[in-house]
């Protein structure tokens, strides 16, 4: 090769090399910038969710005015079921749909139609943490670009969800099966990325199995035995029943997730229109005294496997919940919800 070629194919690499690296370890990250938009199978194709205004996600694909994003979140375990159809391993069960949330309880992200498929990434008590890959209208994105650091990407950033939000909104799934052990001093398990309430103290030379990475922490399981009459039903532990309606409209956030177990008057079974935006559209709702009978009402969002139980309710009868505080103040009209865990 003549001298003055190689110069020029030096010179071309030279400012290739200063071109590439400004798109190295980024990605796109898309956020919703409309109310609300489908998520389609492919694009103009079948719909599979109403994605939230807000929600991040991330970009994989580009095709004309279309964009392939990748959504995460959380959905109740028991409004979906296992499936092996088209490669996921979960389906939308619930009559009507399910919402996809930030954390456990948290935010709202999208609401997933019956039959929409996901891939299954991980559990908390009734809880999946799932994940979808579809299609978009770009018009409805703002798409940027972020670097590559293990925060943040995803589908968004977490939430407050119970007990002081989950970590994993944004974490990054470490190797399958890796372990650590606990070194030289005893280290307390905590419930969230933040250092939130301590559960556990694990003790030097315990085996870990690690699930997800976050900054300088690690989530991790740990098998093990407990003694049998030392354990508690869950509807029995962490449960109040002196907390009062009052109390949670005084003080909303800081009794989100809280479990009460009260005696209250059904009223009557409603389904919630568009414009309680605190529920899904058409998600059913026990409208309900709560103990004391000064203190107005309260809404107890019933889940689809507890619904015909609640449609065998007579009006004014007396009757003891589990529930779960999901707000302590409405933004329509100041009222609480909660979720509703059992009917006894």
Known sequence: MPASSRSLVTSLLVLIGFLVPSTLGAQSVATVSADQENLRQEPQGTRLASVMQGTEMTVLEEQGQWRQVRLEGWIWAPSVRSTNRNGYDLEVSADGGENLRATPNGEIRARAREGMLFTRLGREGNWFRVQREAWMWAPSLEV??????????????????????????????????????????????????????????????????????????????????????????????????????????????????????????????????????????????????????????????????????????????SIEVLARVRTGSSSLMGVPILDLLAIY
């Open 144 to 317: 940027r670009q972020v670097q590559e650091t293990g925060e943040g990407q995803g589908s968004g950033s977490s939430g407050g969800g119970e007990g002081g939000g989950s970590p994993d909104a944004t974490d990054d799934e470490a190797p399958a099966r890796e372990h650590v052990v606990v070194g030289g001093q005893s280290v307390r398990l905590h419930t969230t990325a933040r250092g939130g309430d301590s559960t556990a103290t694990i003790y030097p030379g315990s085996d870990l199995e690690v699930l997800a990475r976050k900054g300088e922490w690690t989530r991790v399981r740990m098998d093990g035995w407990v003694r049998a009459p030392m354990l508690v039903s869950p509807d029995s532990a962490g449960v109040e029943s002196d907390l009062t309606a009052a109390e949670l409209r005084q003080n909303p956030e800081k009794y989100r997730g809280r479990r009460v177990r009260w005696t209250v008057q059904f009223v009557a079974l409603r389904r919630a229109e568009a414009i309680r935006t605190d529920f899904y559209e058409g998600e059913p709702f026990l409208l309900a005294r709560p103990p004391g009978s000064s203190e107005g009402f309260v809404y107890l969002a019933v889940p689809p496997e507890i619904l015909s139980e609640a449609q065998d309710l007579k009006a004014l009868q």
